[in-house]
């Protein structure tokens, strides 16, 4: 082209033009100037943001701490303990980590028990919250031991269902129930002789990015073993012999008691399900009087020191430390920000990573780290709704009213999170739209029922010493201090002693008002499938009329 030329229209363009500006040295300073600028604004708006998160979080840590409460996840893991001094370290407890799917516990657990369960109707029913309590149906439980053929790994396809619940018929049938029990009798003789230490301390691993995934074998394998306990236990009683019953009761008691020290809001909630199976046979060994005054005096001794209110708090505390340590951990863990992302009711489970798009992890990567404080004092402020009155374990009082009032108020602000995942994450409520325990009120509920199981078991078992050396019950429970139980014993939903009244044909009724707070007269609710209904109706400890 000749030098002196007329420049081309794509050189007179617009662009081209402010590309050479843009590239001369003056564009070039001038440029530099606005990223240093852009840059300086940055660094200050991410100053500004993790001084704001943080001095509000610390502040808020502080205040906690001066109140006695724990946030810091790592001081609640159990301290370890030497193997001669801990029952997890025995080798049955230890094979139920070895292989730890759901798949292997049932092989573990595969006999004659598992295959009758599933064609007894009454299988599950300890009395909790199948309606009011009766007898374990030990009839058909000999009639399904006897349908297994040797090998048969599919149950019978009937069901056995005999209602022959007197004590005639269930003492025919205990030795059958019995032998069909054997092959688990080493498990749980090593297991009681490991029940002597006084110490228990379950191999988890409590240093996982959160506590929602991390592995616990060992509740299947309890369950398994409290299930079959139970049984064995209400056999025994049938067949006459106490003392072997009240040792399956005492396992019992241990086994779910092994996993109180436990900073897991579920092991509190499981504990109190493995707990009321083991009332069950102190229930039938109380109505037909088989226990004798010294293992009266042993169970109500034991029972007495139960407090399911202090520890269902423990638990709920744990669950708020332990969120709060998985919001530490999300910014290191793509798994973990998928989660708190993504979690919904579609559930993140059946997604795998890479069907996940990645570019919302970089936004927590990127985010300052004062917001990740505010995660945390908002999940901590959601929290404490549930929590600000009306459950106080240090004076064993419950206000059920100022409970579902909280509840509804924070289940609402819970769902508006849920509901808009752009609204939670500009009022820093993600961690609490996912990770808040659900049905808060329900497991507050559940522990004050195992409390009153627990209560109304030590007062029957002492009414029953009563009975013994007077010969009739008494007529109020103040005559059974101090001879009887060592303190008294009240309602946590009223802070009242137990309604308790003598009946005509020799025995009592012992309950409590219950969630409603309202004294039905002792008369129990049913749901519609016909489970307890344990918003409704008393709490109620009775007896079958003879």
């Known amino acids: ?70 946030l810091n996840y790592q001081t609640l893991w159990p301290k370890p303990v030497p193997d001669d001094q801990n029952f997890a370290a025995t080798p049955a407890v230890k094979s139920w980590f070895e292989n730890s799917g759901g798949a292997d516990c049932e092989k573990r657990w595969m006999d004659k028990f598992s295959l009758a369960s599933r064609r007894v109707p009454s299988a599950g029913a300890g009395g909790r919250l199948t309606g009011k309590r009766r007898f374990v149906d030990l009839v058909a439980w000999e009639e399904a031991f006897a349908a297994i053929q040797p090998g048969q790994t599919v149950p019978p396809r009937e069901e056995f269902a005999s209602n022959q619940l007197d004590r005639e018929s269930r003492a025919k049938a205990a030795p059958g129930v019995l032998a069909g029990l054997k092959t688990h009798e080493p498990v749980f003789e090593e297991l009681r002789a490991a029940s002597r230490r006084s110490v228990s301390r379950y191999p988890l691993q409590y240093d996982v990015e959160s506590p929602h995934v991390m592995s616990m074998p060992h509740t299947e394998n309890l369950w398994a073993a409290c299930r079959r306990l139970e049984l064995r236990a209400c056999a025994e009683l049938a067949a006459g012999q106490s ?27 499981d504990r109190v399900s493995w707990f009321s199976r083991a009332v069950q046979p102190i229930w039938e060994g109380l109505t037909e009087h088989v226990w004798s005054q010294s293992q009266l005096q042993e169970l109500a001794t034991q029972l007495l020191r139960y407090d399911f209110l202090a520890d269902g708090r423990y638990g709920l505390d744990a669950e708020r430390a332990g969120a709060l340590w998985t919001i530490d951990c999300i910014a290191k863990s793509d798994q973990l920000g998928q989660m708190l992302l993504f979690s919904d009711e579609r559930s993140v489970s059946s997604m795998t990573l890479n069907q996940l798009t990645r570019w919302p992890i970089l936004i927590v990567r990127l985010m300052p780290s004062g917001w990740l404080a505010w995660e945390k004092l908002n999940y901590c402020r959601n929290f404490e709704i549930y929590l600000r009155s009306g459950f106080e374990p240090s004076h064993k009082r419950v206000s059920p009213a100022q409970i579902q009032a909280n509840a509804a108020e924070a289940d609402r602000l819970h769902r508006e999170n849920r509901r808009s995942h752009l609204r939670a994450a ?70 009242e002693p137990y309604k308790y009244r003598r009946t005509e044909d020799d025995r009592f009724v012992l309950y409590s008002a219950g969630w409603n707070e309202k004294d039905d007269g002792g008369t129990v609710a049913l749901q519609k499938d016909g489970n307890l209904d344990l918003k409704n109706g008393d709490w109620v400890w009775d007896y079958p009329k003879p």
């Open 243 to 269: 003392e072997a019953a009240l040792e399956d009761v005492k396992l019992m008691l241990y086994l779910a008691d092994s996993v109180r020290g436990e900073p897991i809001v579920i092991s509190q909630w």
């Open 426 to 495: 500009l009022g820093h409520s993600l961690a609490a739209a996912m990770l808040l325990p659900p049905h808060c009120e329900s497991l507050v509920r559940g522990f004050i029922f195992g409390q009153a199981i627990a209560d109304q078991a030590t007062l029957a078992c002492a009414l029953e010493q009563y009975r013994l050396a007077h010969g009739q019950f008494p007529e109020k429970l103040d005559a059974l201090r101090p001879q009887f139980i060592s303190q008294s014993v009240k309602d946590a939903l009223t802070g």
């Open 1 to 70: 082209m000749n030098p002196s030329s007329p420049p081309s229209t794509l050189e007179r363009s617009p662009l081209m033009r402010c590309l050479r500006w843009f590239f001369s040295p003056r564009g070039l300073r001038r440029l530099a100037i606005v990223l240093a600028w852009a840059a300086t604004l940055i660094a200050l708006f991410y100053a500004e943001e993790n001084w704001r998160g943080w001095r509000a979080w610390n502040k808020y840590r502080q205040e906690c701490e001066a109140r006695g409460v724990q």
